[in-house]
């Protein structure tokens, strides 16, 4: 009774959070490659996605702390491969740096492939082995696909589209819009907006902190030292495997998610490398995690 209304200042002053919006670039280098970010349908295009990362907090958080684990591993592959080391962002839109994830479509790992794609690249896919949740061998596939898609388009914001969409579409839809660059093309929602994901991404990754994301380095999750098993014939029963080296089971499938059944069949001549945590690493230590990148983390008092 006779109390007036609040005003926006009110408002604003009392509210425990505050809604912003992420500055646009006028433009974005990907691959070396500088792209103009000015063009209204281009520049809303990014801020759609920004928005996405800025305000789907848990997921974008957590992609942070896994790239501390698997940056460092994926960045020399695709530099021992000659690919651009801003793919990086591409495998951590395709499953959030996440070498678990597997979606509806059966896509799996880190960089989300297919199983018929996975063989084609090289990659053992069955019931006991997949190898697309293999973080090194399924990055190394994934540097085999790119490859043969700059060799067939020369440009790799095409390319990083086709990963998406399939080399052939992209294709066909280069000659029948008459354009050069997939970011040009007229899509599919999923497609169109896979690009400027990445590149969010990449805005994101310089500097969380202009996301409200405040890490510290003791937040991130550090690569787990582990030696290695050589593996020559089957063995039938993992979880005693496992018990033999003084860890469980849980902890040898976390190490080798390629492991997906509770024996590890071996034909022929194949050799496999089981990982086994080093004891002493095994327990978290904050003290000694460092960020992999710098700008991911406050300094901490």
Same mark, same amino acid.
């Given at each position: ?20 919006c992420q500055d646009i670039p ?42 501390? !684990? ?48 996975? !063989? ?31 060799? !067939? ?80 014939e089957s063995i039938e029963d ?36 089981? !990982? ?6 095994m327990y978290y230590n904050p ?15």
């Open positions: 009774m006779g109390v007036l209304p609040a005003t926006a200042q009110d408002i604003s002053e009392t509210t425990a959070l505050t809604y912003s006028k433009s974005i280098t990907f691959c070396g490659e500088n792209i103009d970010l000015t063009r209204f349908d281009r520049r809303e295009r990014i801020d759609r996605e920004l928005l996405a990362f800025t305000y789907m907090h848990s997921t974008s958080i957590q992609m942070i702390k896994r790239a501390n !684990r698997y940056f460092p591993i994926v960045e020399s592959i695709l530099r021992e491969n000659g690919i651009p080391d801003d793919f990086k962002y591409l495998m951590s839109i395709e499953s959030n740096n996440n070498p678990l994830a597997r979606s509806g479509a059966g896509a799996a790992g880190l960089w989300q492939l297919m199983p018929g794609t996975a !063989r084609d690249f090289g990659l053992e896919v069955g019931h006991s082995i997949d190898e697309r949740y293999h973080v090194e061998k399924s990055t190394q596939a994934a540097c085999k696909y790119l490859k043969q898609a700059y060799a !067939r388009f020369g440009n790799w914001a095409s390319v990083a589209a086709s990963y998406n969409a399939g080399q052939g579409r992209i294709s066909r839809e280069l000659e029948r819009q008459y354009e050069e660059n997939a970011l040009d093309l007229q899509l599919v929602e999923e497609t169109a907006r896979y690009v400027y994901r990445i590149l969010a991404a990449k805005i994101m990754f310089a500097d969380p902190q202009k996301f409200g994301f405040r890490l510290r380095a003791c937040d991130l999750y550090p690569v787990i030292p582990y030696h290695e098993i050589k593996v020559e993992l979880p005693r495997f496992a018990k033999g080296r003084g860890i469980t089971y849980a902890l040898l499938r976390n190490m080798n998610p390629w492991i997906r059944s509770n024996s590890l069949p071996v034909h022929g001549k194949q050799v496999y490398y089981i !990982r086994i945590p080093d004891k002493e690493e003290r000694v995690i460092i960020a992999h990148e710098p700008n991911w983390v406050v300094k901490e008092k």
